[in-house]
Nanobody
């Protein structure tokens, strides 16, 4: 089994930056790709970004393209989400998750972290 632990959330003013981390442990050899999702109160969980475990393929939601960057540290089995030019509408709980495909639908992801809160004030 794979375990995921997110960190790096917090409170930031609009226009600011945060970097989220997702540390993977356990059977990491079984991971094909990892994604970041977010869920605001009253909303469905939505896809943010995805990266293959090789780090060679990335994909972003239109709402974050050009502002967020997903990356992977091979040595530390950690995936990062660098978030720049943050907006109040980015406020949500952010989750990382693993998948065995290039899917972006949440139901195609197997293992989820506990989530980390990101709050962007105007």
């Amino acid at each position: 089994q794979v375990q995921l632990v997110e960190s790096g959330g917090g409170l930031v003013q609009a226009g600011g930056s945060l970097r989220l981390s997702c540390a993977a442990s356990g059977r990491t050899f079984s991971i094909y790709a990892m994604g970041w999702f977010r869920q605001a109160p009253g909303n469905e969980r939505e896809f943010v970004a995805r990266i293959t475990w090789s780090g060679l393929n990335t994909y972003y939601a239109d709402s974050v393209k050009g502002r967020f960057t997903i990356s992977r540290d091979n040595a530390e089995n950690t995936v990062y989400l660098q978030m720049n030019s943050l907006k109040p509408e980015d406020t949500a709980v952010y989750y990382c998750a693993t998948t065995k495909s290039l899917a972006i639908a949440p139901n195609r992801y197997d293992v989820w972290g506990q989530g980390t809160q990101v709050t962007v004030s105007s």
